[in-house]
């Protein structure tokens, strides 16, 4: 258990509609990640927030969007969503944002339909 | 543009003896290295890391090997056991920026 915990475990949509998937860092972590993983890819990192500012942003569509709020805990918004976002989407956390060692949670699992 | 690669999809090792993963790498700015541990259902584990300024670093069954003139990583597991089965990644950062991750090669460790 890394300590980082991931709310849906799965969840299964439609194209075209919205969800939100939570991430809960460890306890005393700052800053967060998100990466996606679609079928037989690796880790495609998405966008990295620390401490509730933006701190780095990697290959994540416009129609995506993600914040981390004061308790730090964060939020991946996806929107419009088309076949092609269906993945598993991971959360890491790490104490300061110089993503040096990352812990990762379990995953939410997207399936769009 | 694939900066850090594992040509490897797939290895398959004998329980006991020396599992070896590879992963290559093109941005000579790359400073740190790791590897993490994926099981199916679970997010990838932090396993060994390794700083630019050194060429090996140990941490029991696992030893990572630098070749910075190769932009070359390798992972050593001996011995390999069955519980080492499961998706392996190198990742590579330089400063402050962004983890870049390798496609991932699978482990098979037979009994």
């Known amino acids: 258990d890394s300590g980082v915990t991931q709310t849906p475990k799965h969840l299964i949509t439609a194209t075209g509609q919205r969800v939100t998937l939570r991430c809960s860092p460890r306890?005393?972590?700052?800053?967060v990640y998100w990466y996606q993983q679609s079928l037989d890819q690796g880790l495609q990192f998405l966008i990295q927030?620390?401490?509730?500012?933006?701190?780095a942003k990697g290959n994540i569509l416009e129609r995506f969007s993600a914040q981390q709020f004061p308790d730090l805990h964060s939020e991946l918004n996806l929107s419009s969503l088309e076949l092609g976002d269906s993945a598993l989407y991971f959360c890491?956390?790490?104490?300061?944002?110089?993503?040096?060692?990352?812990?990762f949670g379990p995953g939410t699992r997207l399936l769009v339909l | 543009d694939q900066q850090v690669k594992q040509n490897s999809p797939s290895l398959s090792v004998q329980e006991g003896r020396i599992s070896i993963l590879n992963c290559d790498y093109t941005?000579?700015?790359?400073?740190?290295f790791l590897w993490y541990k994926k099981y199916p259902a679970e997010g990838p584990t932090f396993l060994i890391s390794?700083?630019?300024?050194?060429d090996k670093n140990e941490d029991g069954r696992f030893t990572v090997f630098l070749n910075k003139s190769a932009k070359h990583l390798s992972l050593h597991i001996v011995p390999s056991q069955p519980g080492d089965s499961a998706v392996y990644f190198c990742?590579?950062?330089?400063?402050?920026?962004?983890?870049?991750f390798g496609q991932g090669t699978r482990l098979t460790i037979n009994p």
């Open positions: 890491a956390s790490s104490v300061e944002g110089s993503q040096e060692t990352q812990y």
């Open positions: 306890s005393g972590d700052l800053s």
């Open positions: 927030y620390y401490n509730g500012e933006e701190r």
């Open positions: 941005n000579s700015m790359f400073d740190y």
């Open positions: 390794i700083s630019s300024i050194k």
């Open positions: 990742a590579a950062k330089w400063g402050a920026q962004k983890l870049v």
